[in-house]
């Protein structure tokens, strides 16, 4: 299996595949424009626009890393001299790829045409700032909303008028205000857990591990 394995062998061995492109970048720099199926085109690219940073260096070492994978000397002097002085003031992107319509007659091959790119770069300016989209003050309506949703869930929304009175009496904000009667804690646990273990005899629910049974449980048998 091809697990992370990278890059198109193209039926071909790694002597074969390296000469193959080199000789379509050295066509490309010639012509300026070659026709070729659209995985190669792909994968010259990235080749050309290597050597292309190279002719912008302009240095003995570049000189000599472009000469490995060109095989003329003038066009390597064309790279030097026209197209690295051509896209001086380009960051990257000197070439494209354009699709042909219809496949190749024989092998059903898609095409492609790999050229280098002409023009000076076109620097945009610099809008002011643009007032939110609709969609985007609307994703910001949803997004309050959620906190309230998230705060009313937390809250005492939806809560018995139990639970309500014992977390404000935990939290001391009945007592906090003068003349509240306040809660029954104990009254109000008794309430909330229905009489579990610490009303009278006969009550729900069974009594709690521990307490002392009622008087009408307790054995009379002595």
Do not use: W
């Amino acid at each position: 299996m091809r697990h992370k394995v990278r890059g198109r062998k193209f039926g071909r061995t790694a002597s074969h595949r390296k000469m193959m492109f080199r000789n379509m970048v050295t066509e490309l720099f010639r012509h300026e424009r070659i026709q070729t199926t659209t995985e190669k085109a792909k994968d010259a690219r990235s080749i050309a626009e290597r050597l292309i940073t190279y002719a912008k260096a302009g240095d003995l070492n570049s000189r000599r890393m472009a000469a490995r994978k060109l095989t003329d000397p003038v066009v390597l002097q064309k790279l030097f001299d026209v197209l690295g002085p051509r896209y001086a003031d380009r960051p990257g992107g000197y070439t494209r790829v354009l699709k042909m319509d219809g496949p190749r007659r024989g092998d059903n091959a898609d095409m492609a045409i790999l050229e280098l790119v002409t023009g000076e770069v076109a620097h945009k300016p610099r809008s002011a700032a643009k007032p939110p989209s609709a969609s985007r003050a609307r994703r910001a309506r949803r997004g309050a909303g959620g906190d309230r949703r998230l705060s009313r869930r937390r809250g005492d929304r939806g809560a018995s008028p139990t639970t309500r009175g014992l977390r404000t009496a935990r939290s001391g904000g009945l007592f906090a205000r003068p003349g509240h009667p306040g809660v029954d804690i104990a009254g109000a646990k008794a309430l909330h857990c229905g009489g579990r273990g610490s009303g009278p005899a006969g009550t729900r629910g069974r009594p709690r591990r521990g307490a002392a049974p009622a008087p009408s449980q307790q054995r009379t048998d002595r």
